[in-house]
Each structure stands twice: as structure tokens, then as C-alpha cells.
């Protein structure tokens, strides 16, 4: 067997497909529909709670630690209920976590809250993780800016 041939052998084998996980596609702040105390996601480096949101929640869910969580994830709107979590990591900084469940994907917002925002909102750097839950490895991650408060 030559080397030529045995390299496009591998290159033409019928490895499995893997299944990408959904795009987030974004949306207005309005078409949340939010009124109450919420927060919002945005890619980094942009202002949270202007332009195209990428995610966006309000508190007030249908209980403790749940929040109402909105995502568009190829083009199409989704509002999931979400738990929410703060809790601080080893370097005394505060880490906000938004988890939700859509289909086989995990959808996970995470950001650190570096400083207040005027005087009601706080905010920091993240990312949102978008993870197949029955395929390990299969996920895409977003670099966020993000803000939440009343």
C-alpha cells in the first residue's frame, strides 16, 4: 500500500457528525418584554441593555433561584426558566451563574460582577456556554459584557 493512498483513506473515512450546538442569534431588549428588576447579556465590549441582547432574564420566576431566562437560538425566541446562583471564588470576586436546560443543551451564563453601573445595576465580564449534554465536547462558548439589577 502506497502512502498517498493510505492518507486519502483517512481523509475520505466515515467518521460520526457532530451535532453543533444552536446559534445565538440575539434580540432586541424590547421583545424580552421585561419590567421588573432583570439583567441582560450582550457580546463583549458592548453596552448591556442596548442594541442586540443575547440573553436577558428577569427575577421573579416560579421560585427561589429561578429566574424567567429569554434566548434566541437560531433565530427563534425561547423563554425558559433559568436557576440563578451567586456565589464567590477563591479571589474574594463575586460570581454570578444563570443554568438552564433547552433540549440536550445546557445553556450557562457566567460573569464576574466587577462594579456598579449608575446606582441600581452591576455588571462585569463572562461568557455564555452552550453545551450538548450527550456528546462531551460539543459546545460553544460567547465572550460576554452583562448587567443586572433593579
Known amino acids: 500500500m502506497s502512502a498517498s493512498f493510505f492518507a486519502v483513506g483517512l ?3 466515515s467518521a460520526p457528525a457532530i451535532a453543533a450546538p444552536p446559534t445565538l442569534t440575539g434580540f432586541s431588549y424590547r421583545e424580552a ?4 428588576c432583570q439583567g441582560s447579556a450582550v457580546h463583549r465590549g458592548q453596552d448591556p441593555g442596548e442594541g442586540v441582547q443575547l440573553a436577558a432574564w428577569e427575577y ?5 433561584g429561578v429566574v424567567n431566562f ?6 427563534v425566541m425561547h423563554n425558559l426558566a433559568a436557576r440563578n446562583a451567586q456565589f464567590e471564588d477563591g479571589d474574594g470576586k463575586i460570581r454570578s451563574t444563570y443554568e438552564t436546560q433547552f433540549g440536550i ?9 466587577a462594579g456598579m ?3 441600581e445595576m452591576l455588571g462585569g465580564d463572562g461568557s455564555i456556554r452552550i453545551e450538548n449534554t450527550t456528546k462531551t465536547g460539543d459546545a460553544s462558548v460567547v465572550l460576554i459584557s452583562a448587567e443586572e439589577g433593579c
Open 11 to 13: 481523509l475520505s473515512s
Open 70 to 75: 429569554v434566548v434566541a437560538l437560531d433565530g
Open 117 to 119: 453601573k449608575g446606582s
Open 60 to 64: 421573579g420566576g416560579s421560585g427561589p
Open 105 to 113: 443543551y445546557k445553556i450557562s451564563v457566567v460573569y464576574v460582577l
Open 33 to 36: 418584554g421585561f419590567g421588573g
